[in-house]
């Protein structure tokens, strides 16, 4: 298919530009100053596709990654022979000669989850190497830190079982990005534990932030950081201040094409439903991108393109594989390009608003049919 696709001029595509995504992993680097940066890749790289990302972040020094499942590190692991992996997230336990096999770390978040993972190396006759985690509010995944002689118990617990490899501990902010106090009180129940199993012999390499958290909390930056959305140039919160920012760029520019132009008269219904009426006569430009690419409908109410940099409102709904915007007064033809998001920072977040959701979701919902065109 790639021989057959090549030299193809995409009608919808994504501009992955890799000397940025370089770049943001120098800054956050320098920032992070001695503790190592953990470089999210999940969900294909946040969209951008983890391969192709973690082949440029190594060439930028690089070395340590994170994803959310078995698959994602199975990819990685089966590309590069000189990386750690992390996995977020859940695995079978069933599983554990695998992760062993893949040489990845594994993240343990109960009694009952390291158990069942000794018990299935044991049989297996493997070790799996493990970062412990530790919920001190985000109420989704690990050992309750509310308790810290509880939870340094059943750590050390799970520590000392067979096939278990002890590595790191972690926890996950439920509100850097806006509560200064409830992260604070966050970091504290960590610390707490993580004090009980220091006094009891067990030192681990200790991680916390996310991307919010290394921005604003260089004091919790610890052994390593969690590096995931700003790594993509991309803000993790607003309202912002813009001297809360590093220097960041955007790595995705989404664009796609004017497939057709026609007149609209005043009064004329657009897209199903018949939701939108012409206010005037107008020019109406057809885009070849729809929900099925990844550019939802809900873009329908509010949002605009950028033709030769002006914006365009979406007018309608949108389809599953087309939208219809308005470019009265834009000179522009059939086949100039349209950009979607990208460049500037604000086009994707005020995207996102209309949508009343946030930028991370919009890379990771583009559709795998939408080319990604890797700048280098």
């Keep these: 298919m790639d021989m057959i696709l090549s030299g193809v001029k995409h009608k919808t595509w994504a501009d992955i530009d890799l000397c940025a995504l370089r770049r943001n992993y120098d800054a956050i680097r320098r920032l992070a100053g001695g503790s190592d940066v953990i470089c999210v890749v999940k969900a294909d790289a946040y969209g951008h596709g983890a391969v192709r990302c973690v082949s440029a972040l190594r060439d930028a020094g690089a070395r340590t990654f994170a994803v959310s499942c078995i698959e994602e590190a199975a990819e990685l692991a089966s590309a590069f022979d000189d990386v750690r992996i992390l996995i977020l997230g859940y695995t079978p336990p069933e599983n554990a000669d695998i992760l062993a096999r893949l040489g990845v770390r594994q993240t343990v978040f109960s009694p009952e989850y390291a158990r069942a993972l000794s018990d299935s190396a044991r049989a297996l006759g493997c070790r799996v190497s493990v970062h412990f985690k530790l919920d001190t509010g985000m109420n989704r995944l690990g050992f309750d830190a509310s308790d810290p002689e509880l939870a340094c118990r059943q750590i050390l617990d799970a520590s ?4 278990i490899v002890p590595e790191g501990i972690f926890t996950h902010f439920a509100c850097s990005d806006s509560d200064a106090g409830i992260t604070a009180a966050q970091f504290g129940e960590y610390n707490a534990v993580v004090s009980m199993l220091e006094a009891h012999g067990l030192h681990l390499l200790r991680h916390v932030c996310n ?3 290394i921005l604003r909390f260089p004091e919790m930056h610890l052994d ?26 955007p790595v995705m520019t989404f664009k796609s094409t004017i497939s057709h132009l026609h007149k609209i008269p005043r009064g004329a219904r657009v897209s199903y439903g018949w939701t939108y009426e012409a206010p005037r006569d107008m020019i109406a ?36 594989d ?8 834009i000179d522009c033809r059939v086949g100039d390009e349209v950009v979607i998001f990208g460049g500037d920072p604000d086009r994707i977040d005020t995207l996102a608003d209309t949508a009343r959701t946030i930028n991370y979701e919009l890379v990771c919902l583009i559709g795998k049919r939408v080319a990604r065109i890797y700048k280098d």
Excluded: H
């Design 211 to 213: 991307s919010a958290a």
């Design 285 to 320: 430009a057809t885009i070849p991108v729809g929900y099925a690419d990844g550019f939802l409908r809900a873009f329908g109410d509010g949002g605009c393109v950028y033709i030769n940099g002006q914006p365009s409102p979406i007018v309608g709904r949108v389809c599953m």
């Design 224 to 249: 390593a950081v969690r590096a995931g959305v700003i790594l993509y140039g991309l803000r993790p919160w607003r309202p912002y201040n813009k001297d809360e920012f590093i220097p960041l760029e």
């Design 322 to 329: 087309q939208c219809i915007v308005d470019a009265t007064g």
């Design 160 to 163: 000392s079982l067979p096939g």
